[in-house]
């Protein structure tokens, strides 16, 4: 990859425009971008549920509705998808930069054919995580040197309110692939942990009354960063391969994740928790012996 001329970028868009897991482990990188390039102006565009997140690294933070700036010195992807090359293209950016998997043909072609500055890496040249991916293809573009800890910023305040919320019970995040390993088993393991209380966001209230169960606690219409202290306020987390995970890691809290089959490989390779003690189960089976056998290896003695 051709090295940007950062020296000369003054005012910059990064997008990361898809779930907020993608989001939570490229706060490396936005970051990195935020401490190289003090003197530059950064606009990042993200999903419109995620903006406040974004506005830690960014002096104005951008939703798919808004209109792009103009005058850009540089455009910046961080994901690698034919959707976010056509987002720099039109945004007229002097240097647009971005990378594409080998494995991905299309891709690949759409960064080469839209870009300035591009970068192709490879899913089989080892097991690396995509805050790792990220990183590396910020250094390779020359930015300088990239601290992978991803975060999930809080006040102090806001802190201790999700932990006095939580009061040392166990957290565990709804959402849909529970009902698609089994709802009963779903409903046995909140039994089993009780008392534990379960986030749930307005999607998936629409998905499952919530019955009441001695002990369980269910807990939604929260804000965004209200969620992010209350994964964070308790010991440990359970949930499925949502971003709720990465949420939870980048709050230091240790992670048991659930995966149906078809997502296991790719998530335990690209997607783990990052930075915390995880353990990792398939939804086959009898899946809630597991489940909380593997609570009780992050959990310590």
């Not at 104005?60 to 509705?65: E, F, I, K």
Request: aromatic share 8%; net charge positive; hydrophobic share 45%.
């Amino acid at each position: 990859m051709k090295q940007v001329p950062w020296a000369q970028v003054r005012r910059l868009l990064v997008t990361r425009t898809d779930h907020l897991g993608d989001l939570v482990v490229s706060t490396p990188g936005l970051k990195a971008l935020r401490r190289h390039l003090p003197q530059t102006e950064i606009w990042c565009l993200v999903a419109a549920p995620f903006a406040g997140l974004a506005q830690n690294w960014a002096d104005h933070v951008l939703t798919p509705a808004d209109p792009l700036p103009s005058r850009l010195d540089a455009a910046l992807g961080l994901s690698p998808r034919s959707a976010t090359y056509k987002i720099l293209k039109r945004c007229r950016a002097r240097y647009r930069i971005g990378y594409s998997y080998a494995e991905r043909p299309l891709a690949r072609l759409n960064c080469f054919l839209t870009l300035t500055h591009t970068w192709v890496t490879s899913l089989q040249r080892k097991p690396r995580h995509e805050a790792e991916v990220v990183a590396e293809f910020l250094e390779a573009s020359g930015l300088g040197k990239v601290d992978i800890r991803p975060e999930f910023p809080l006040s102090p305040a806001l802190e201790q309110w999700g932990k006095d919320k939580v009061r040392g019970r166990t957290v565990v995040h709804f959402a849909p692939r529970w009902l698609e390993a089994g709802r009963e088993q779903f409903l046995e393991l909140l039994k089993r942990l009780a008392p534990v209380v379960v986030t749930y966001g307005a999607a998936e209230a629409k998905l499952m009354s919530f019955p009441e169960m001695d002990g369980v606690e269910w807990l939604g219409e929260l804000s965004l960063p209200q969620w992010g202290a209350v994964l964070g306020g308790g010991p440990a987390l359970l949930s499925t391969d949502t971003g709720a995970v990465h949420v939870a890691a980048a709050r230091g809290v240790p992670v048991v994740v659930g995966h149906l089959p078809r997502h296991f490989a790719a998530c335990t390779r690209q997607w783990y928790p990052w930075g915390v003690s995880c353990r990792h189960v398939v939804f086959q089976g009898q899946w809630v012996e597991p489940m909380l056998q593997g609570l009780k290896e992050i959990s310590g003695p």
